[in-house]
């Protein structure tokens, strides 16, 4: 069963942090690409970070600098540190592989306040 579990998402000040977590399954997981994307608020998802298994990393122009991904293979978890959050960056967030496949999870509401 394929699943995807975005948590971590909440209310934040501009400059201040979060750390999203995905929990995938296995099936989804192991040997893809992994990859966080956003939706803001009548616009269309877009790509925010992606990491390798071997920890090759890609950043979006938008979130260099101040996003960091990571995952934990043994658990089938991807994460996503933001620092130095700005208002932009107000969105619902999800995770899946890169390139996504059609299955998308809930994702989870992350509001940056000015």
């Known amino acids: 069963q394929v699943q995807l579990v975005e948590s971590g998402g909440g209310l934040v000040q501009a400059g201040g942090s979060l750390r999203l977590s995905c929990a995938a399954s296995?099936?989804?997981?192991?040997?893809?690409?992994m990859g966080w994307y956003r939706q803001a608020p009548g616009k269309q998802r877009e790509f925010v970070a992606t990491?390798?298994?071997?920890?090759?990393?890609t950043y979006a122009d938008s979130v260099k600098g101040r996003f960091t991904i990571s995952r934990d293979n043994a658990r089938n978890t991807v994460y996503l540190q933001m620092n130095s959050l700005k208002p932009e960056d107000t969105a619902v967030y999800y995770c899946?592989?890169?390139?996504?496949?059609?299955?998308w999870g809930k994702g989870t509401l992350v509001t940056v306040s000015s």
């Open positions: 899946n592989t890169w390139p996504p496949r059609d299955y």
């Open positions: 296995g099936s989804i997981f192991s040997g893809n690409v």
């Open positions: 990491i390798i298994g071997g920890g090759a990393l």
